[in-house]
């Protein structure tokens, strides 16, 4: 049996967490109308601007009122048009102008509400990460079309256990790992820690950021993140191929003499 003399040394405490990768900003697209899908401007991996319209749904459909607010928005504008010129003349009062400048606000106002309704658009830039439909798709009222994220910064949320909470903050550091990825791992550092439970699961929610300009870690995937919790100054610094469970409790060897007797010891994480 070879032997080795142990040295006391720090050691950091540290536990593993899985949560799914998301874009440090990131829009999820639902339908606001049952309707049908005419048109799909975008594919997954599009970059796309802020206002850039992504999914048209039908204009004409049953749902849509599209139409209907579009010719009240008209007939508002030149009636709108109509009285200002009258008033100018001297022809209406200014309580008639008021009240169609009125109507006309009102009637804009709706006519932008159902364009908002059929015309799904991104309301970020960023990527088209995720896009659940096709042309001629009949859409519900609430179903997810589409997700728009950012994948050069990302983040990932995680739940601490009741116990380790006091021991993380905002700023300190962590490790991502994406699965499957050949063990590359990011840098990250905490960015919020929640100061009460889930309801559910009686964990504390802990947003972590990181900088993802190479892509290693892909949006939509699930992360590993490694979180230091404390660091023991003096701790006994015991080989991990020296330790042996036996009866599920962590054992090594130590020679006494000329014999060697089992001893329970107690593992870092």
Known sequence: METQILDYGSLVVSKKYSGTIRGLEQAELAAKIAETVEKVNVGEGRKVQ????????DEGGPSSQFHQAQAVYENAKKLLTKYRNLYAEGAVSEND??????DFEVARANFQAAKELVYIVSPINGEVTALNVNEGDQVYIGQHLATVGRRDSVRVEVGLDPDDIDYVAPGDKAILNMRGKNGKSVPGKIKDVATSADPETRAFSVEIVASNKEGILKVGGLATVDIALYEIEKALLVPIEAVRILRGIPQVFRLEGDTARSVEIELGQ
């Open 97 to 102: 102008l008021n009240r169609v400048e009125t």
């Open 50 to 57: 802020s206002g850039d319209v992504l999914i048209e749904l």
